[in-house]
């Protein structure tokens, strides 16, 4: 049974860093890839930043709001993926969830994932 928990979310100022992690369990690292997804209040659920299964050579892929700020990282042995956010903004506030799905690539809207996480928020004020 795949399980995925977010940690990290807060409430920072604009400007400041924060790093996620998305502790995975229940499937297998090399043949999984993994997104991070945001939500606001009265907005659909849209990708930040993904990393595709090992297998697949593990590459990133990244949002144009969030591109530069944003890294996506992943330490295959723990099953564990970071998103570390820098420069943060007021309109980057949100629900963060992490979401895992056996594909090669990781480069999908939220609906090809199957299995996420609670979500965890973040509050950036400004």
């Known amino acids: 049974q795949v399980q995925l928990e977010e940690t990290g979310g807060g409430s920072v100022q604009a400007g400041d860093p924060l790093r996620l992690s998305c502790i995975g369990s229940g499937f297998p690292s090399d043949t999984y890839s993994m997104g991070w997804f945001r939500q606001s209040p009265g907005t659909a659920r849209e990708a930040v930043g993904c990393v595709s299964s090992r297998n697949a050579g593990g590459e990133k892929f990244y949002s144009a709001d969030v591109k530069g700020r944003f890294t996506v990282s992943r330490d295959d042995h723990k099953n564990i993926m970071y998103l570390q956010m820098d420069k943060l903004k007021p309109e980057d506030t949100a629900v963060y969830y992490c979401?895992?799905?056996?594909?090669?690539?990781?480069?999908?809207?939220?609906?090809?994932?199957?299995?996420w996480g609670q979500g965890t928020r973040v509050t950036v004020s400004s």
């Open positions: 979401a895992a799905e056996f594909f090669a690539t990781c480069l999908g809207p939220a609906q090809h994932y199957g299995n």
